[in-house]
Each structure stands twice: as C-alpha cells, then as structure tokens.
C-alpha cells in the first residue's frame, strides 16, 4: 500500500456512494483546485474521477505502480 504526505484514504466503496460524493462536496467545496485521486489499478481512482467531474470538479487519476 502507498500513502503519500497529506493524502487522505477514501475508500472505493464509500467515495462512489451518494453519501461519499456528498460528503466529498462539502468537505471539497473549491471547485477550482485540482484534485489528484489513486489507487492500485487505476481503474477505481477513474471510475470515481469521472463521477466527480460531472459535479465540475477538476480531477486527475493516478495509477500507484
């Protein structure tokens, strides 16, 4: 597993919920940052990329080699 400084833990489950985009949108309300997400395979991390970025939020996902 890798965790890099300052990153928090969501997981898959939970971030591709209704509750966890919820809970993302009012802890993340700054639509203007960029929000870098990852995981393992890539595959989740752009799964949940794709969900946000249909609530305008700017999103790159990562694949952890």
């Not at 400084?5 to 971030?15: C, F, I, T």
Request: hydrophobic share 30%; aromatic share 20%; with cysteine.
């Amino acid at each position: 597993t890798v965790s890099y400084k300052g990153a928090e833990n969501y997981p898959y489950d939970y971030l591709s919920s209704y509750e966890g985009i919820r809970a993302f949108k009012s802890q993340y309300r700054d639509k203007s940052a960029i929000y870098i997400l990852y995981c393992e395979t890539g595959t989740n991390s752009l799964l949940v990329c794709n969900k946000l970025a249909l609530y305008g939020y700017i999103v790159k996902y990562w694949l952890v080699e």
